[in-house]
Nanobody, 123 residues
């Protein structure tokens, strides 16, 4: 069983900064892409940023230049540094990872989600 545990959400004023962290644990053989998604009230979940296992990154246009994703493959963690936050960044942020596991002698790729952490940008 694999779990993703997020931390770091909260309330921040517009223009402020916040960091989110996500740690993967369990019977992990390997981690593929790790990323962050968000879902604002009444909206669909959307990709925020993703980091491939080799280190390449991709960002939603709305956060480019403000958010930075990084990962530590040795610790199975991914971090999202959010700067210059705007009220429209308010959402529940979810960590996502592609995880390679071995069960019964068979290797499987699973997509795993964290429980979500609320980020509120408001004065």
């Amino acid at each position: 069983q694999v779990q993703l545990v997020e931390s770091g959400g909260g309330l921040v004023q517009p223009g402020g900064s916040l960091g989110l962290s996500c740690a993967a644990s369990g019977s992990i053989v390997g981690l593929n892409a790790m990323g962050w998604y968000r879902q604002a009230p009444g909206k669909q979940r959307e990709l925020v940023a993703v980091a491939a296992s080799g280190g390449s990154t991709n960002y939603a246009d709305s956060v480019k230049g403000r958010f930075t994703i990084s990962r530590d493959n040795a610790k199975n963690t991914v971090h999202l540094q959010m700067n210059s936050l705007k009220p429209e960044d308010t959402a529940v942020y979810y960590c996502n990872a592609g995880v390679l596991v071995r069960s019964g002698g068979v290797y499987r790729n699973l997509e795993v989600w964290g429980q979500g952490t609320l980020v509120t940008v408001s004065s």
